[in-house]
């Protein structure tokens, strides 16, 4: 049965903060057509299908991850998860830390290099589908997440600061099977102003 309510849309994704073209050679214009495009909108297509006469329809977005399960809670992770993605890249980015992030981040791993190590070991770590995250646990201190296909850091009491997609759609069309390749580039991209931002944020 077809009603409003079933027909409204509640989420949409955000546009781009930059051109298709702009995040080349690391990030192919193709590769985010198709990532932003279809991957991603299709998630939101998706939840806003799934939502209407359910207990989760009329919550914010973060309340839905904390929430839900299955098929929602995917498709409500993937809309988060690809909105904080692409939202922390940058044809122009500011390429390390600063401030209280840089300290933290060198508390925790020893240097930002040792950072950069460390979290790129841990995408070529995940088996499969998922987003490897610099995450603030609730003592304050930083760490890595591996999250399997879309598990948001929300759900286990973390704030999130930045997360790397290593779904194959990331990154098949420009590296094909090699995820470290794209990892390896994916840094030049990462415009850590915005996870500055995030971090200074309570
Ligand atoms: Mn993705």
């Known amino acids: 049965m077809t009603t409003d309510t079933a027909t409204k849309t509640r989420f949409t994704?955000?546009?781009?903060?930059?051109?298709?073209?702009?995040?080349?050679?690391e990030i192919s214009e193709e590769t985010?057509?198709?990532?932003?495009?279809?991957?991603?909108?299709?998630?939101?297509?998706?939840?806003?299908?799934?939502?209407?006469?359910?207990?989760?329809?009329?919550?914010?977005?973060?309340?839905?991850i904390l929430k839900s399960d299955g098929v929602i809670y995917n498709n409500a992770a993937q809309v988060w998860n690809h909105d904080f993605y692409f939202g922390a890249l940058?044809?122009?980015p500011q390429s390390e830390p600063k401030g209280a992030l840089k300290k933290a981040i060198e508390s925790k791993f020893g240097s930002f290099d040792e950072f950069k190590k460390k979290f790129s070991a841990e995408t070529t770590a995940l088996f499969g589908?998922?987003?490897?995250?610099?995450?603030?646990?609730?003592?304050?201190?930083l760490s890595l997440f591996s999250g399997r296909n879309a598990?948001?850091?929300?759900?286990?009491g973390y704030r999130p600061l930045l997360c790397v997609?290593?779904?194959?759609h990331a990154y098949y069309i420009d590296y094909r099977n090699a995820?470290?390749?794209?990892?390896?580039?994916?840094?030049?991209?990462?415009?850590?102003?915005?996870?500055?931002?995030?971090y200074e944020k309570e």
């Not at 994704?13 to 050679?25: G, I, V, W």
């Not at 598990?151 to 286990?156: A, F």
Request: charged share 30%.
């Open 129 to 141: 589908s998922g987003y490897v995250w610099l995450v603030e646990e609730r003592s304050g201190e």
């Open 90 to 92: 940058s044809p122009n």
């Open 151 to 156: 598990d948001n850091p929300l759900r286990y």
């Open 32 to 64: 985010l057509r198709y990532h932003h495009d279809k991957h991603a909108a299709g998630y939101v297509a998706k939840l806003n299908e799934l939502l209407p006469d359910t207990p989760y329809e009329s919550l914010p977005l973060e309340d839905i």
């Open 165 to 168: 997609d290593v779904w194959e």
């Open 179 to 198: 995820r470290a390749d794209a990892v390896a580039a994916i840094w030049n991209c990462i415009d850590w102003r915005v996870v500055e931002k995030r």
């Open 13 to 25: 994704l955000k546009p781009l903060p930059y051109d298709y073209t702009a995040l080349a050679p």
